[in-house]
């Protein structure tokens, strides 16, 4: 009897250990963005798109025309999408990891981790002709390179859109990037004004490389994308989710938007030998899965599935406010920020293609938007802000919605 009395006991333990607790959400039942959306999708200028509010525990959930038009279609939670530089919140979450583990400081130099970077050539004056160089004065730092405060152009000369397979998702592995980077003269002293770049958020991804010992986008997946059971993101989509992916559209004033196969930033085959990752712009995802790491960024680093990724602390202190000096606006690791906090004050970040995604972590309230977007008119942005006004300040009876409940492995 007392052996079975451990093993039961035992198995209590162990699936302790391996279940998680699954946060609920109840939807709404609100249309408040269906309602304003619909005129355009009626019309063909908007093909389609998802919107999601949440505020503390109920969501509403609006997946609307088209991921394609002329197959007809819908567009769902599970359809894939390019979301480019909210990729960079990503990388922002894995230097977090490390800082919290005492395994980079964001003061740290970063020769420190990558010694090419030790000597730096900051451009004076360029003409048709000349180039006037002087080497940089200031100490390059961690945090410069994440919060795009460091002087690197958007792109090095390896990721050059025109050249076949460049673009962000080609071109060359992140640490070759950084050095070619730190080869190539900067824009400005570090640390003395904004230059929003790519190659920076690269950089920071090439620490994290030396530092664990592991590529970044497979550190990335251990430590954050599996935890949070975000299975269908990668930077390398499968075939069928290329197939049921939403496809890009130029939006046009009073017009049907017009299909576009490709951007030259984005070049496809999506998923073939050409492809590297890219902390700057490179993850596919789904509406589905990347809720899922906006919602832990708004748990203060808890997912909803329960598995913590980051302390309470490191979110609210460098992922939810500004690492820049004052006067910069507000950017922290990745991630747009507040220039100060406060119980209004939301953090994330948006795509090229027109993806966007804040949280506010004080109220527990998010925000998400998907689209594919080639360029164009939105003249319904508006329209959505006065829908999510009015999500937002309805009140809504949550007596029956525990913070955490049911069991999942």
Request: charged residues 20%; hydrophobic residues 35%; aromatic residues 10%.
């Given at each position: ?11 209590v ?15 709404s ?20 798109a998802?919107s ?15 991921a ?23 990388c922002?979450?894995?230097i ?6 005492g395994k980079?400081?964001l ?19 360029k003409?048709?002709?000349t ?7 200031n ?18 000369s ?8 460049g ?22 002293e570090?640390g ?10 690269d950089?920071?991804a ?6 664990t ?22 930077f ?9 992916k ?5 939006y ?13 930033n ?12 890219s902390a ?6 789904t ?5 899922k ?17 980051l ?5 609210k ?13 507000g950017?922290s ?25 804040t949280?506010?972590w ?5 925000r ?16 959505l ?6 999500f937002?300040?309805q009140k809504?009876?949550t007596s ?9 492995k």
């Amino acid at each position: 009897m007392k052996r079975i009395l451990y093993a039961i006991v035992a198995l209590v333990l162990l699936s302790g250990t391996t279940a998680q607790a699954q946060k609920k959400v109840v939807e709404s039942k609100t249309q408040y963005a269906r309602e304003v959306l619909t005129p355009y999708v009626e019309s063909g200028q908007l093909p389609g798109a998802i919107s999601i509010f949440y505020n503390d525990g109920v969501q509403e959930t609006c997946c609307i025309g088209y991921a394609d038009v002329a197959a007809g279609r819908k567009i769902g939670l599970d359809n894939a999408y390019m979301q480019c530089s909210q990729t960079k919140g990503f990388c922002g979450v894995t230097i977090a990891k490390l800082v919290e583990e005492g395994k980079i400081s964001l003061d740290d130099p970063v020769s420190k981790y990558l010694p090419e970077f030790a000597e730096l050539w900051v451009l004076d004056q360029k003409n048709d002709s000349t180039q006037t160089l002087h080497k940089a004065k200031n100490t390059l730092t961690v945090r410069m390179v994440l919060n795009h405060t460091g002087g690197f152009p958007f792109e090095v000369s390896a990721k050059r859109p025109d050249v076949r397979g460049g673009g962000w998702s080609g071109g060359a592995p992140i640490r070759q990037v950084a050095s070619i980077a730190a080869a190539s003269p900067i824009m400005f002293e570090p640390g003395t004004a904004v230059l929003y770049s790519n190659t920076g958020i690269d950089i920071g991804a090439a620490i994290v490389q030396v530092v664990t010992g592991m590529k970044w986008e497979d550190y990335l997946k251990q430590t954050v994308l599996d935890p949070l059971g975000m299975k269908a993101t990668w930077f390398w989509p499968t075939d069928e989710q290329i197939a049921n992916k939403i496809e890009l559209y130029r939006y046009v004033q009073d017009a049907p938007a017009q299909w576009r196969e490709e951007m030259d930033n984005q070049q496809r085959p999506y998923n073939d030998s050409h492809v590297f990752a890219s902390a700057g712009a490179g993850l596919w995802t789904t509406a589905r899965d990347q809720i899922k790491f906006y919602k832990m960024l708004m748990n203060l680093g808890v997912g909803d599935n329960g598995v913590r990724i980051l302390k309470e602390e490191t979110v609210k202190s460098i992922l939810a406010q500004s690492t820049r000096p004052a006067g910069m606006e507000g950017y922290s690791l990745g991630l747009n920020t507040p220039k100060e906090d406060s119980e209004d004050a939301w953090f994330g970040h948006g795509g090229a293609w027109g993806t966007q995604c804040t949280v506010n972590w004080h109220k527990k309230q998010l925000r998400m938007w998907v689209v594919q977007s080639a360029g164009g008119p939105d003249p319904w942005k508006k329209d959505l802000g006065t829908a999510a006004d009015k999500f937002f300040s309805q009140k809504y009876d949550t007596s029956g919605i525990d913070a955490y409940t049911g069991r999942t492995k």
